[in-house]
């Protein structure tokens, strides 16, 4: 009798679908002790204090129910105004704004409520892990828009122009940027949104970090002329509030996109946890003393972690936001699995492989500065005794060569 096919049962576009390029190197990482993790892209803060009692204060009242669709009116209100003020962009907080479970869960209900099967969808490279399996889950087919580092891996309208082709429905843009930092100038920007107008994209624009950005203003594409009705705005508190854990974001969109999204998050999520709204109702309210507390000591680990690769010889940019770096390391003469799998065995020090954030990462990692000023300091120093080992490996093998060539 013929063997089964095991995966019969299984959708082909999940069958081909890549497990998570960040989670599989993390497999690795649990299994050793004593490592120094510079790879989970979660600040290592603690949420503030004054949030946590929200929610504790929430339970204690008995707020344990459902909520709407949308989300508590009065996050809503809150996040309409926090928008505005910081972001320049007005929402009607009664139809036009939707709390989501994370961000990602906003991205994912979004793509779901734009794209028909086959509609093409533009996204910066590198990029998230997230961003390109959540087109393919919806049934859209993802084309890349590469960054570069000799730009600071800021997006390019022409790199945009360029990867555009008939079909494209949507853009979707991470500024600042994970895994590079990367941020756009308002000018840029400009010439992407007029592009978007002449070819009718609609833009997904998330920019949870947005608070964490060192120099500069960060601009909202959202904000721009003629933007707004065609941007779906997302953002959340998991970044810049130390809130990953609790699983909360929201969209924000004109009244149709919203609606859209809602019915897609009624019959799937039905609400985010009431508990976690109350606890990010606060955190918008009184939260923007621990977000700048936070920021300062971000500010000083970057400049620490980013001096000291360029000085090992790992050529890397100053990313002007988030807390990643994305240092090169095509001078080890490894590919990027390469460098984060030896890296790990050899110093116990855990970076994840740019190709985990799509096709134009290689040739460089991720590493989330994240962690305490102390242990950055150790990582930074074996990375730079792993470096040098491989400088001392290519030499011993290029004298072993020739002295190989020498007559008997």
Not at 308 to 318: K, S, V
Request: proline share 4%.
């Amino acid at each position: 009798m013929p063997k089964e096919d095991p995966n019969r049962f299984i959708a082909d576009h999940v069958i081909g679908l890549p497990r998570s390029g960040i989670r599989d190197f993390f497999e690795l990482v649990a299994a050793m002790k004593d490592v120094i993790s510079l790879g989970i892209g979660e600040p290592d803060f603690t949420t503030p204090w004054h949030i946590r009692e929200a929610a504790i204060y929430s339970l204690e009242k008995g707020r344990t129910h459902y909520t709407s669709n949308l989300g508590t009116i009065e996050l809503r209100r809150e996040i309409s105004r926090y928008v505005e003020k910081h972001f320049g962009i007005k929402y009607d907080p009664n139809s036009e704004a939707i709390v989501t479970v994370g961000v990602s869960e906003a991205m994912d209900i979004a793509l779901r409520a734009i794209i028909n099967p086959g509609d093409k969808v533009l996204y910066q490279d590198p990029c998230f892990v997230s961003y390109h399996p959540t087109v393919t889950l919806a049934h859209g087919i993802g084309i890349a828009v590469k960054t570069e580092a000799e730009s600071a891996f800021t997006i390019k309208a022409q790199a945009v122009k360029d990867a555009w082709e008939p079909g494209c429905k949507a853009l979707i843009i991470n500024l600042p940027c994970n895994p590079t930092g990367g941020v756009a100038e308002k000018e840029e920007l400009e010439e992407i949104a007029r592009f978007a107008i002449e070819k009718d994209l609609i833009v997904i624009s998330d920019e949870i970090y947005a608070e964490l950005t060192y120099e500069g203003e960060h601009v909202s594409i959202a904000s721009l002329p003629g933007m707004r009705e065609r941007t779906i705005f997302l953002h959340g508190w998991s970044k810049a509030w130390a809130m990953t854990g609790w699983r909360i974001g929201y969209a924000c969109a004109p009244a149709e996109l919203t609606e859209a999204m809602m019915k897609v998050h009624q019959y799937s999520m039905m609400c985010a946890s009431i508990i976690a709204q109350d606890a990010a109702l606060e955190a918008l309210k009184n939260g923007d003393d621990g977000v700048q507390k936070m920021k300062v000591q971000y500010r000083r680990r970057r400049d620490l972690v980013i001096r000291r690769f360029n000085e090992i010889g790992l050529t890397c940019h100053n990313p002007q936001a988030t807390f990643y770096a994305f240092p090169n390391i095509e001078s080890t003469g490894l590919t990027s699995t390469e460098f984060a799998k030896r890296l790990l065995e050899e110093e116990k020090v855990a970076m994840v492989p740019g190709t985990a954030f799509g096709q134009y990462g290689e040739g460089f990692v991720r590493c989330s500065f994240a962690t305490g000023y102390d242990d950055l300091i150790e990582a930074c120093n074996r990375i730079e005794r792993f470096v040098k080992s491989l400088d001392t490996s290519a030499f011993k093998s290029s004298e072993s060569t020739e002295v190989s060539r020498l007559p008997n």
